[in-house]
């Protein structure tokens, strides 16, 4: 069984929404100390997109902030990336991350190894 596993990714025109969402194994989603997702298009560098302590404190990227809205279930142990007003620059691969590292920020989540498979979202013109 994965630890993180992503679905929901899809292509949808410019100003286009979609809703991801992550599974995450109970062991990650009550232990890790952060929690987030982060993008990768071909040929760039990982993008950390936002990031959640396990004190509630959630943190945005400055590229997704007022765009995408992060939120969990507990019952269900996912997490959720909801993403409005997409771009053409939004195509990328999309992952769920957990880290335990001492920092909890979307730069910190993107540099983890605990991360799902990733799910594709193209955004065209």
């Known amino acids: 069984q994965e630890k993180l596993e992503e679905s929901g990714g899809g292509s949808v025109q410019s100003g286009g929404s979609l809703r991801l969402s992550c599974a995450v194994s109970g062991d990650y989603f009550h232990d890790a100390f952060c929690l987030g997702w982060f993008r990768q298009a071909p040929g760039k560098v990982r993008e950390g997109l936002v990031a959640i302590n396990p004190g509630g404190r959630t943190i945005y990227s400055d590229s997704v902030k007022g765009r995408f809205t992060f939120s969990q279930d507990n019952a269900k142990n996912t997490l959720y990336l909801q993403m409005n007003s997409l771009k053409p620059e939004d195509t990328a691969m999309y992952y769920c991350?957990?880290?335990?590292?001492?920092?909890?920020?979307?730069?910190?989540?993107?540099?983890?190894?605990?991360r799902g498979q990733g799910t594709q979202v193209t955004v065209s013109s």
């Open positions: 991350a957990a880290d335990w590292s001492v920092y909890c920020d979307p730069t910190s989540i993107s540099a983890t190894n605990y």
